[in-house]
């Protein structure tokens, strides 16, 4: 039997209730696919800064080395010390966020399917911030060739398989920020001459806010900078039902960690209504992304049962308070696992 280690970090606010969905399905599916998920749970977050005083514990970051991947429900306050340090850490460099309609779930239209690649190291994110004085603070934005074609590179590759529309949207304001954009959009450019089949489109980032609001239908994938990236996405989610159903992956070359687009939400924790589904789907991604790694047959169709599980649950109509439904969170997770094939 295959087995993988997963470092599991269940996160805080609404993060325990979507981790144990989450589990409920991925029960099932190492039943049915004769897979074994060891499952290491591992402290991050707010919940971990107030009980040992740092929200990434040293034992943490060598559990999850020492792991196949990572599953992560989502974090607090501490976001920049835990998601963005891991990120860089593991040089995880491409955010990768899937758009997509699912049946039954409110979306602007029903021929949504894009995908935001997002470059994940650098940009203002990378945290590099000064106080100047108690009136003046700086944040340093850095935009490098290597970290742009890289991820450049992720997404023509991600259009090259999807054979969509062969279309690649950059979105950055080098009209602007003409060195740190301008250079991201020449290194884009000089990676589209490897992918003649590849379209390259270029938008100014507050026309590609517009642009997703009035032909969200024309998008394939977009690639962008950190923030941006982060920006859009949100945006993007709620033209498909919200984050609720919005997963992610943050991808580098050996390592792979996975985890809800979203935030924590404390208001509604501990109230089994949050949707679930954002954290099955990014387990979805995360077998998938094994299977490619392994060359493992039996987790590519293990994420292909989950997507089709879910999509066989919003079918038969079972959708949380998010979606327009009443379905708790815990119970979603059951339909959803009971409908693992
Ligand atoms: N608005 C969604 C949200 O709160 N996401 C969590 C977050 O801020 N993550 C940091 C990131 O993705 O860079």
């Not at 920006?231 to 050996?254: K, M, Y």
């Amino acid at each position: 039997m295959t087995t993988y280690k997963i470092a599991l970090i269940s996160g805080d606010g609404i993060g325990p209730e979507l981790t144990k969905a989450t589990l409920q399905v991925l029960d099932t599916i190492q039943e049915r696919y004769n897979i074994n998920l060891d499952m290491i749970n591992v402290d991050a977050g707010d919940a971990c800064l107030e009980k040992k005083g740092v929200a990434l514990p040293e034992e943490t970051i060598n559990i999850i080395k020492d792991s196949d991947a990572c599953l992560k429900g989502p974090v607090g306050e501490t976001a920049a010390d835990v998601i963005v340090r891991l990120r860089i850490l593991f040089d995880l460099y491409a955010n990768i966020r899937p758009i997509k309609v699912y049946p039954n779930v409110p979306c602007f239209r029903q021929d949504i399917d894009m995908i935001i690649v997002r470059e994940n190291t650098e940009g203002v994110y990378r945290g590099i911030e000064f106080d100047v004085n108690a009136e003046t603070a700086i944040c340093l934005r850095i935009i490098t060739k290597k970290a742009s074609e890289r991820i450049a590179r992720y997404a023509f590759k991600v259009a090259e398989n999807r054979r969509k529309f062969m279309r690649v949207t950059a979105v950055h304001k080098a009209n602007v920020m003409k060195k740190t954009d301008g250079l991201f959009s020449k290194t884009c450019k000089a990676v589209a001459k490897d992918y003649p089949e590849i379209h390259l489109d270029e938008l100014y980032v507050d026309n590609a806010a517009m642009q997703l609001i009035k032909r969200p239908q024309e998008f394939d994938v977009l690639v962008t900078t950190n923030m941006f990236g982060d920006i859009l996405s949100d945006e993007a989610s709620i033209l498909v039902g919200g984050l609720g159903v919005a997963p992610g992956a943050n991808i580098g070359n050996d390592f792979a960690l996975f985890e809800p687009v979203h935030g924590s939400a404390p208001k509604y924790a501990g109230k089994n209504i949050a949707n679930p589904t954002s954290m099955i789907l990014a387990s979805k991604l995360m077998l998938d992304w094994l299977g490619d790694k392994y060359s493992d047959l039996k987790s590519k169709k293990a994420a292909m049962a989950i997507e089709k599980a879910v999509i066989e649950t919003f079918k038969a109509n079972v959708l949380t308070q998010d979606l327009g439904g009443n379905v708790k969170t815990d119970v979603f997770g059951k339909a959803v696992a009971d409908r693992i094939l």
